[in-house]
């Protein structure tokens, strides 16, 4: 069963950091893009980043909100995901979902998503 | 960037009745959309991807079409565990984005 389980969601102040990581077995992780996806409270989902894999170079893609602030790494040999998030302001409060993507035709589409955790940003 | 619009934003409506939601995109992104179902408190759930096709495990009632700017999801015959909120998202180019969501509730 393919599973994902994301951890480290806190309560930090504005300004401060913060790094999520994803688990996951029950699939080859090193042959899948992994997508961080977010949802703040009462809100709609939106997507922040993701990372390729190896056969892309481990190329990595962000949403504009994020970039520069927010960095997403891999470890395939732990069959993990992480996002390290920097300079983090009010607006950055949500679920933090990590999903991983399956490949059809030329794009990769999210199949399975983690249940989420939560970062609050406030002081 | 390319914007998704979602129609209707929210839809009371019962079981058994056919629902169509619709997603239109701010430019052509041929066939590089997903839909999903997000249950309140619960992760999303993929539905359709690459517009048309289902996802593996989810019931013949809903089905997707549509390309370049224009999609539909359908759901022949609401069922109670269908009430939920639905997305879609392109995946023709980066940023990736998502719609505003379609919530679906009981008349």
Redesign the interface.
């Known amino acids: 069963e393919v599973q994902l389980v994301e951890s480290g969601g806190n309560l930090v102040q504005p300004g401060g950091s913060l790094r999520l990581s994803c688990a996951t077995s029950g699939f080859t992780f090193s042959a899948h893009f992994m997508?961080w996806?977010r949802q703040a409270p009462r809100k709609?989902?939106?997507?922040v980043g993701?990372t390729k894999s190896k056969t892309y170079s481990y190329t990595t893609?962000?949403?504009?909100s994020v970039k520069g602030r927010f960095t997403i790494s891999r470890d395939d040999s732990k069959n993990s995901l992480y996002l390290q998030m920097n300079s983090l302001q009010t607006e950055d409060t949500a679920v933090y979902?990590c999903a991983k993507s399956v490949r059809?035709?030329d794009?990769?589409?999210?199949?399975?998503?983690?249940?989420?955790t939560t970062v609050t940003v406030s002081s | 960037d390319i914007q998704l619009t979602q129609s209707p934003s929210f839809l009371s409506t019962s079981v058994g009745d056919r629902v169509t939601i619709t997603c239109r995109a701010s430019q052509g992104i041929s066939s590089y959309l997903a839909w999903y179902q997000q249950e309140p408190e619960k992760a999303p759930k993929l539905l359709i991807y690459a517009a048309s096709t289902l996802q593996s495990g989810v019931p013949s009632r809903f089905s997707g079409s549509g390309s370049g700017t224009e999609f539909t999801l359908t759901i022949s015959s609401l069922q109670p565990e269908d009430f939920a909120t639905y997305y879609c998202q392109q995946l023709h180019s980066y940023p990736l984005t998502f719609g505003g969501g379609t919530k679906v509730e009981i008349k």
């Open positions: 997508d996806v709609g989902l939106e997507w993701r893609e962000y949403a504009a979902y059809w035709g794009r990769s589409y999210m199949d399975v998503w983690g249940k989420g």
